[in-house]
């Protein structure tokens, strides 16, 4: 009887113990699931309360693709979201109760690349898993080799290529007061602003984005460099924390944010050069750094021309939203070698008075159509030739920083190089010092004589050579030299 209670009491602590692995962290869970897609890619995103551990991809014999995040929670128990669109046919999430483990279901059209990736925790969004999905590289090709035809057509009739970008989508809403979302009110402005450009024959007008999704800021760019933009244009509303602070602001690429983008086109080039062919026609490529800084010097030029027209009619187009005048700011969507950029603030969300202005539709009519007046005079105006001397200015003077900072720290590591060196040689003399040598006595030689050349006393070399006090020299002898 007492056998079976050890044996009892034995399984019931394994149990507990088995229990206690297997659920210790189950305090992880899914705390939001979100979804959002543009014209290209997808992503499903899910928010997590702790790092999570994510198996490897799995595949069901229908196509369906799963992965198992490990001691998590999903309170629902069980959910599945029927999305039906291009990129995205079933998503579905379970709690796996025997191991405390939480499996994500996904199915995708037979077209669509699907990757998953595990994103750490960062000051503005916490730990998270990203499943990606995009159309395939071909389709993606197919599109932007039509694209690259319509722009020939449009370039061959002279007809100007304006891309408007709204700035932020998607999970970025950028700023959000006094009734004024960000991302929903530039998306509006610049359609607004693109009816007017679609009305005029001369233009072409192009949105980076179209509905409520995120683009990369460097893709945006990247967008209307592709399209062979005559000006590209980042739409946004400002904010503050004075409130008292109201206006429009019109910004142009600055200096430092210039300098910095060299630096990183020159890394780029050569991170890239190994895969350069002959027949490249990216003049980066080709480029050295200075000559980079004077392109971006002439284009840099032409946005501050651009910056000003557009500053101009804007300030004109309200009384009661003034303009702030025209900045320079190192905005990522402002780094182009290929044309002129300029970033506008319609206004001041935190600003009672700009947000009352801005969501009135008559005043958001005048801003937009002054906008496109302020491009297309730029665009009808035949640019000034020039160069942003204080661009250049700025770049040779961070270059002259940058070399003498480089220098130092050359002859820094010179000199410990050589204080290193001085110091093993006198180590390596005092080591050589220290060992016992021989002499060989020639004729004429004294004891006193030999101590003195070798610098030790004529009675350590006495000591030395077990002489006696009477004991003498002789030709051809070998005397040991103690160590001094």
């Known amino acids: 009887m007492l056998n079976i209670k050890k044996l009892l009491l034995l399984f019931i602590l394994l149990f507990i113990n088995l229990s206690t692995t297997l659920f210790a962290n189950t305090n992880q869970r899914i705390t939001d699931i979100r979804f959002w897609q543009s014209p290209e890619e997808a992503q499903v995103v899910l928010d997590l309360s702790e790092p999570p551990k994510v198996s490897d991809v799995g595949r069901l014999n229908n196509g369906t693709l799963y992965f198992d995040i490990k001691s998590c929670v999903f309170k629902p128990g069980h959910q599945r979201y029927a999305l039906q669109n291009q990129f995205l046919e079933s998503l579905s999430v379970q709690q796996n109760d025997d191991n405390g483990s939480t499996r994500v279901f996904f199915k995708v059209p037979h077209s669509v690349e699907a990757k998953t990736f595990v994103l750490p925790s960062n000051e503005r969004k916490g730990d998270r898993i990203v499943i990606f999905l995009r159309e395939p590289q071909s389709k993606i090709l197919q599109k932007q080799t039509a694209e690259l035809n319509e722009v020939k057509k449009l370039k061959a009739e002279n007809i100007k290529i304006v891309v408007l970008d709204p700035g932020h989508g998607g999970e970025d809403p950028g700023t959000s007061c006094n009734g004024i979302v960000e991302k929903s009110y530039v ?80 890394a780029d080039k050569e991170n890239k050069a190994d895969f350069a062919t002959l027949g490249s026609t990216n003049p980066v490529l080709a480029a050295s750094k200075n000559q980079i800084a004077q392109m971006q010097a002439n284009i840099m030029d032409q946005s501050r021309q651009l910056a000003e027209k557009v500053e101009y009619k804007l300030g004109l187009a ?154 003498v020299i002789k030709s051809d002898q070998i005397l040991i030299i103690p160590a001094k």
């Open 318 to 471: 309200l009384p009661n939203l003034p303009s702030r005048g025209v900045k320079r700011a190192g905005f990522r969507v402002l780094h182009s070698l290929n044309m002129p950029s300029i970033l506008v603030e319609y206004g001041y969300t935190s600003s009672k008075i700009d947000s009352a202005i801005l969501k009135d539709y008559t005043s958001r009519t005048k801003l937009a159509q002054a906008l496109y007046a302020g491009i297309s005079n730029f665009l009808q105006t035949k640019v000034e030739g020039g160069i942003d001397a204080d661009y250049l200015e700025y770049y040779k003077a961070m270059n002259a920083k940058k070399a003498k900072l480089e220098a130092d720290k050359k002859k820094k590591a010179a000199a410990k190089i050589n204080a290193t060196s001085k110091k093993n040689s006198t180590k390596s003399s005092k080591t050589a010092a220290a060992k016992p040598r021989k002499h060989k006595v020639k004729h004429g030689d004294t004891l006193s004589a030999i101590a003195k050349k070798y610098g030790v006393t004529v009675q350590s070399i006495k000591t030395a050579n077990k002489m006696k006090k009477t004991d």
């Open 187 to 266: 998306l509006a402005m610049a359609k607004l602003v693109k009816a007017y450009f679609d009305r005029d024959p001369r233009y072409k007008a192009i949105l980076t984005r179209e509905a409520d999704y995120i683009i990369p800021l460097d893709k945006r760019r990247e967008i209307a460099e592709r399209l062979g933009a005559d000006a590209f244009v980042s739409i946004h509303v400002n904010w503050n924390v004075k409130k008292a602070i109201s206006g429009i602001e019109v910004y142009y690429e600055s200096p430092k944010g210039a300098v910095n983008e060299a630096d990183r086109l020159v």
